[in-house]
C-alpha cells in the first residue's frame, strides 16, 4: 500500500472513531434533556475496536452487534442521520422508529442486526458465514459480543457451530471490564474470554482494543484466515466502558476501581491522535476533521428532529411481509 | 394423483421444492441418516452441503437459518420433535420472529422450522410436547399444522415458497395415513386457508392437527345419531381462517373446539374466544373446548392415552350441546 493511501485509511480511522465519540457525546446529552425516550447504552472508550474491527471488513462483509449498537454501523461507514433519527423515534430512521438506541442496524452496510438478547448474534453470525459459503461468495460474518456474553449458550453455539462447518467467521469479545455492573472477573471463568477458543480448536487472540491499528491487524488476519476457508477465529478486544451500562440513570452502577483513571488515560483517540502527529499527519489536518465531524452529527440532530414520527400504520408492518390490519378498537384509540 | 402417506408428503415437498430453487437447503439433527424418511436419498441428490447434519445444537442451528435465510437463503431446518424447540426460543422468538419488524423491514426471513407433535406413545412429558400454540402468541411466525398428506404437502411447500417464517407442525398420529396427492409441481395450499373436512348442520367441530381426523370419526359415529356434525380444519394457525370457522358456526349454531394441545392458552381457547367475540349472536349453546387437560403425559400408556381428545369425548360434547341424552350402557 502507498503511503499516502496508508494514510488516508489511518485518517479514515480517526474520523470513524471521532465521529462516534462525538456522536456518543451528543446523543447522551439529548437523552438526559428527555429528546430520546428508552435506555441509551453509549459506545465511549470503545471506539478502537470497533473502528478496528470494521476497517478489516470489506463493505459486503456482514456484521452482527449487540445493544451497546451506535459505535458499530459508524464504524462501518453508516450514515448518520438515519441513526440519530432512529434514537428519536423518527420514521426516517433507519428501523423506522421500531427499533432505537439497541438496534441501530443498518443493513446496508452489511448489518444483519444489533440484537439486544444478550449473546443471540452468535448463531446468526455462523448462519451468515453458512449463506456466504453456501452461495458461493467469498464473504465473512463478523460477531460483535461483549465480556458478558462471552457465558451465554449462543456464542458458543455459534463458535462451535462455525468451527465443526469451518465457516468464515470472526467472533470479536468487546471485553469491556463490565457485564452491567459486574466485572468480568467475577463474570467470566478464567483469565481471557480469548482461552475459550482452544476448546473449539481455532485461534483465540487477545489485544489492546485502545489502538485501533492493533485491532485491524489482528482482525484482518482473521478474516484472511477465514476468506481462505481455514474456519472462525476468536479475538477478545482489552477494552473500556467510559459510560454507565445505561446514561442518565440517577446513579452510577459500574464499580470503578483503581484502573479506572489508567484506562482514561490510554483513550484511544486521544492516542491515535498522538500516533498520526507523530507520523507526520499535521495536527490541524485533525483538526479539521474533529470540525467536520461536529457539523455531521449537528446535521444528523437537525434532520432527525425535523423528522416526523411513524404514522400509526408503522407499528402493524413488517411483523410480516404483508402489513397486518389494525384492530378497530385500537385505532379508534390511537 | 397417488396415494402417499403424511411423510412420503413431507418427503416430496422438500425434495421438489430443493429441485426447484437452489437456495433452499436442509439441516438439522441426523437428519442424513433418515430417521423417518423424510429425507431419503437427499445426499445423494442433493449433496453434503444442501443436507447438513448439525451437532445438536438447536439454538445454534435454528439461529444460524436465521443468519443464512438473511443473506438470501431459505433454510429448511428440521427441528425433529417439537419438544426440542425449547432450547430454541431464544433464536426463534428474539431472531427470527422480530428480526424483520424491529429493523423495520430490512431483514428478510425466508425459513421454514419443521418440527413433529410426538405425543401418544409413551415417550413421557419431555418428548410429547404440542407447543404451536405458545408461538402463536408470538407474532412475526406463521404456523402450519397439517391433517393428512394432501395438506401436509400442498402447505409445506407453499412453507419454503413463502417469504415469512413459518413453523410446520407434523402431527405424528398422521405420519402413516396416506390419501391422494396431485403430482403437479407446482401444486400448493395457500397459508391462511382451511377447509371444511365433512358438511353438516346441527354443530361445528374445530380440530387442530391430528383431531381432525378424530372429529372425522365422531362425526360418521354421530350421524347414526341423527347429529349432523360439519368439521372444519384450519390447516393453518397462523394466519387464522377465521371467516371459515365463523361461518360455519353461523350455519350450526354450535361449536366445540378439538385441540390435542394443553386446554389453557390453546389453539382452542383462542379459536373459542373468537367465536364468542365474533358469532355470539348466532350461538345456541356455549362454545366448548376438547383438549388435553393442564398435567403433564405420562409413560404410562394406561394414563396416557385417555388424557387426548378422543372421539367419545368429540361425541359426548356434541350430544350435550344439542342436548341430547347420552346413549344409555347396554345391559350386559
Known sequence: ?334 | MAKITYLEAIYQAQAEEMDRDSKVFIMGEDIRCNVFGTTTGFVERFGEERVRDTPISENGFIGAAGGAAMVGMRPIVDATISSFLFPAMDQICSIIAKSRYIYGGQAQLPLVIRSCLFYGNSNAAQHSDRPYSMFMNMPGLKIIAPSNAHDMKGLLKAAIRDDDPVMSFEDSTCWMVKSEVPDDLDFVIPLGKGEVKREGTDVTVVAIAGAVNIALKAAEKLKAEGISVEVVDPRTLVPLDRDIILRSVRKTGRAICVDPAHKTCSAASEIAATIAEEAFEALRAPVVRVTTPDTHLPFSPHIEKPLYPSVERIMDAARRLVGAPAPQPQPA
Open chain 1, 1 to 334: 500500500m502507498s503511503a499516502s493511501r496508508d494514510n488516508d485509511r489511518r485518517i479514515e480511522k480517526y474520523r470513524r472513531m471521532q465521529r462516534i465519540r462525538q456522536f456518543e457525546t451528543r446523543a447522551e446529552t439529548i437523552h438526559a434533556a428527555g429528546e430520546i425516550p428508552g435506555a441509551l447504552h453509549t459506545y465511549a472508550g470503545m471506539e478502537a475496536s470497533g473502528v478496528g474491527a470494521c476497517m478489516a471488513l470489506r463493505d459486503d462483509d456482514y456484521m452482527v452487534g449487540t445493544h451497546r449498537s451506535h459505535g458499530h454501523p459508524i464504524a462501518k461507514g453508516a450514515k448518520l442521520r438515519p441513526l440519530m433519527a432512529e434514537l428519536l423515534g423518527k420514521v426516517t430512521g433507519i428501523c423506522k422508529g421500531k427499533g432505537g438506541s439497541m438496534h441501530l442496524s443498518d443493513f446496508s452496510m452489511g448489518s444483519l442486526g444489533e440484537t439486544s438478547i444478550v449473546g443471540s448474534g452468535g448463531p446468526v453470525t455462523a448462519g451468515a458465514a453458512l449463506g456466504a459459503k453456501l452461495q458461493g461468495l467469498d464473504r465473512v460474518a463478523l460477531c460483535f459480543f461483549g465480556d458478558g456474553a462471552s457465558s451465554e449458550g449462543a456464542i458458543h453455539e455459534g463458535m462451535n457451530l462455525a468451527a465443526v462447518w469451518k465457516l468464515p467467521a470472526i467472533f470479536v469479545c468487546e471485553n469491556n471490564r463490565f457485564g452491567m455492573s459486574t466485572p468480568t472477573a467475577a463474570g467470566v471463568a478464567g483469565a481471557h474470554v480469548a482461552d475459550r477458543a482452544h476448546g473449539y480448536g481455532i485461534p483465540g487472540v487477545i489485544v489492546d482494543g485502545q489502538d485501533v491499528d492493533a485491532v485491524e491487524a489482528a482482525v484482518r488476519e482473521a478474516v484472511d484466515r477465514a476468506r481462505a476457508g481455514k474456519g472462525p477465529t476468536l479475538i477478545e478486544t482489552k477494552t473500556y466502558r467510559y459510560a454507565d451500562h445505561a446514561v442518565n440513570m440517577g446513579r452510577d452502577l459500574t464499580p470503578r476501581g483503581p484502573e479506572h483513571d489508567e484506562w482514561l488515560a490510554r483513550d484511544p483517540i486521544v492516542l491515535y491522535r498522538a500516533r498520526l502527529v507523530e507520523d507526520g499527519i499535521s495536527g490541524s489536518d485533525l483538526d479539521a476533521i474533529d470540525v467536520q465531524v461536529a457539523e455531521e452529527v449537528a446535521d444528523a440532530l437537525n434532520f432527525a428532529r425535523e423528522s416526523a414520527y411513524p404514522a400509526f400504520e408503522e407499528a402493524f408492518d413488517h411483523v410480516f411481509v404483508d402489513r397486518l390490519p389494525i384492530p378497530d378498537d385500537v385505532r379508534a384509540h390511537a
